[in-house]
């Protein structure tokens, strides 16, 4: 997470991560992901942060190969990666109470299909949801 750019109490934050395990032995050999904050996003509202992220996780050739097998499914019908988008508002609401509505969507979600509960993997999903914060 480094700084990108600060202006008049604007700050634009980004990171970028990545990872490689031996495919033999992962369910997951090849990760990234990348994001970007922005603090301050509107005039007046100084508290706030926005945010845009992207995840890649690549699923390791020998477990595909053992789903195809196991699940008698087509290559084509064998998730080979699952990525996310999210979007994100955290909106300060007082000194103690921050809202963070989010969204997501999840393309090749593969946790149900990879656990053998579901017969073929989904296109995309869309997960919508609101977390809240309270400092004591």
Known sequence: ?????RAGGRTLRGLVRFSASPADRNIIDRYL???LTLSAPL??????TVGIAFGFAHISPALRSLLIERNGTAPSETPRYEGVLEADW???VGTRLSLQPNMQ???HPAAAFLAGNAPRAAATATVIGMRTSFRF
């Open 43 to 48: 005039r007046g509202r100084s508290g706030d």
């Open 33 to 35: 992901d990348t994001g």
């Open 105 to 107: 969507l999840i393309f």
């Open 1 to 5: 997470d480094a700084r990108l750019w």
């Open 90 to 92: 955290q909106i300060r």
